[in-house]
C-alpha cells in the first residue's frame, strides 16, 4: 500500500503508481548493466589510452545518476516489500533525487553524443575545467588551491582559452542539450528541450524548497497534479540515465553485451522481487526482450 502525503491521503492504485515502477526497475536493470560492462572492445571509441580518463569521469557521472535513482527505488518501490506495509511519498524527496540523476545524466550525455570525436574532448576538458574551478573554491589550503587552479589554467592552455575567455557551462544548457535522447512515450518524437527543462526547473525548486513549484503543479488541469507530476520527473530522469547507460556502452563497442545484459537484468528484477499475486517468477517466465 502507497499513500501521498501532503496534498493527497488515500491508497494509491497501481496503475496511478505504474510510472514510478517503471523507472525504479529501469534503475535497476541499468545498474545490472552498467556494473557488468566488460572493457572497451579494440577499435572502439574508448578503445585508446589516452581516454581512459574521459572514459571513467563518464562512468563515474553514470554511476551517481543511478545511485540517485536506485536510492529513491528502495524506498519508494523496494525490491521486496511485505503486503502490509505503507510507503508514504511526498513530492520533495523524489523530486530531488530525479534532478540530480537529470544533472548526473545530462553531463555525461553531453560528452558520449558530441557530434565528433574532438568535440567530445572538447566538452570532456570543459567539464574538467569547471571542476577543478569549483574543487580549488572548496579547497581548504593554499597550497591545494594553488595546484588546482595550475591545473585548471594548463587545460584552459589546450582549449586556447583564459578563465576570463571560458564559456562556463550552465546546468541549463546541459539539460536542453539532452532532448535529442529522450524520446517523448506519447509521440515517439524526441522530447522537447523546453519540456525537460521545465520538468528539470520544477524539480530543482521543489528540492531547495521553493513555494513555485507546487502553485505550478497544482495549476495543471491533472485530477492527481503531485502524483502525475511525480510521474514525469521520475520519467525524464529514468530516460536519460538509460541513455546515458546505453551510448557509453556503444562508445564502447559493446551493442550486442548490451543486449545480453538487459535482458539478463530483466531476468534477475523479475525473479528477486516479490511478486504481486504471490506466485514466484522463474527465468522462463520473463519475456525475451532482445
Known amino acids: 500500500m502507497t499513500r501521498m502525503d501532503g496534498w493527497v491521503s488515500h491508497k494509491l492504485t497501481r496503475e496511478e503508481v505504474m510510472p514510478w515502477i517503471e523507472a525504479a526497475q529501469a534503475a535497476r536493470i541499468d545498474s545490472y548493466v552498467f556494473d557488468r560492462l566488460p572493457a572497451p572492445l579494440e577499435g572502439s571509441f574508448f578503445d585508446k589510452p589516452e581516454l581512459e580518463q574521459m572514459m571513467n569521469w563518464c562512468a563515474a557521472l553514470i554511476e551517481a545518476g543511478l545511485s540517485h535513482m536506485l536510492t529513491w527505488a528502495d524506498y519508494a518501490v523496494p525490491l521486496k516489500s511485505h503486503p ?27 560528452i558520449l553524443g558530441a557530434p565528433d570525436d574532438p568535440e567530445s574532448g572538447r566538452r570532456y576538458l570543459t567539464l574538467g575545467i569547471w571542476d577543478l574551478d569549483e574543487q580549488a573554491k572548496a579547497a581548504t589550503s593554499a597550497e591545494q588551491k594553488a595546484d588546482l587552479r595550475a591545473e585548471r589554467d594548463a587545460c584552459l592552455k589546450v582549449l586556447g582559452l583564459t578563465l576570463k575567455t571560458f564559456p ?69 530522469a529514468k530516460m536519460m540515465t538509460s541513455a546515458a547507460v546505453l551510448l557509453y556502452g556503444m562508445r564502447c563497442g559493446l551493442d550486442e553485451q548490451l543486449s545480453e545484459l538487459h535482458q539478463e537484468g530483466c531476468v534477475h528484477v523479475a525473479t528477486t522481487m516479490t511478486p504481486i499475486d504471490g506466485k514466484t517468477i522463474r527465468p522462463e517466465d520473463v519475456p525475451d526482450f532482445r
Open 84 to 110: 502490509e506495509a505503507q510507503i508514504a511519498h511526498q513530492l520533495r524527496p523524489a523530486f530531488t533525487l530525479a534532478r540530480a540523476s537529470m544533472e548526473c545524466a545530462a553531463q555525461a550525455l553531453w
Open 168 to 236: 562556463r557551462p550552465l546546468y541549463v544548457s546541459l539539460i536542453r542539450s539532452a532532448a535529442d535522447f529522450v524520446p517523448d512515450q506519447e509521440t515517439g518524437e524526441s522530447m522537447t528541450a523546453d519540456r525537460i527543462e521545465r520538468v528539470w526547473r520544477t524539480a530543482a525548486g521543489a528540492a531547495h524548497g521553493k513555494v513555485w513549484p507546487h502553485v505550478e503543479i497544482a495549476s495543471t488541469e491533472s485530477a492527481e497534479p503531485s502524483i502525475n507530476a511525480i510521474s514525469e520527473v521520475l520519467t525524464v
